[in-house]
Nanobody, 121 residues
Framework: QVQLVESGGGLVQPGGSLRLSCAASGSIFSISAMGWYRQAPGKQRELVARITSGGSTEYADFAKGRFTISRDNAKNTVYLQMNSLKPDDTNVYYC???????????????WGQGNLVTVSS
């Protein structure tokens, strides 16, 4: 199985910064893309940012100019640097991986367990 281990969430004051990490392991032949979604209570999950294996990035409007997604291929890890955080950024953030299984050679998508980010004074 493919697993995603998320870390870096927590409590931060408005205007502060956090960096989320997501490390992938398991039966992965190749990774097509990794990214982050978030979901507030009573709301649907929404894309925050994603990055392809080629380095192409995409951001939600609320994340542009504040958040930066990056990757470390050697560690199979993706990072989300979040700056200028606002109370509205308070959410559970989920890492997602899209890749090719080394067992079935079929594409799969895997979700992390979620990581709570709280922006409050």
């Amino acid at each position: 199985q493919v697993q995603l281990v998320e870390s870096g969430g927590g409590l931060v004051q408005p205007g502060g910064s956090l960096r989320l990490s997501c490390a992938a392991s398991g039966s992965i032949f190749s990774i097509s893309a990794m990214g982050w979604y978030r979901q507030a209570p009573g709301k649907q999950r929404e894309l925050v940012a994603r990055i392809t294996s080629g380095g192409s990035t995409e951001y939600a409007d609320f994340a542009k100019g504040r958040f930066t997604i990056s990757r470390d291929n050697a560690k199979n890890t993706v990072y989300l640097q979040m700056n200028s955080l606002k109370p509205d950024d308070t959410n559970v953030y989920y890492c997602i991986l899209l890749g090719l299984s080394s067992m079935t050679y079929q594409y799969l998508d895997v979700w992390g367990q979620g990581n709570l980010v709280t922006v409050s004074s």
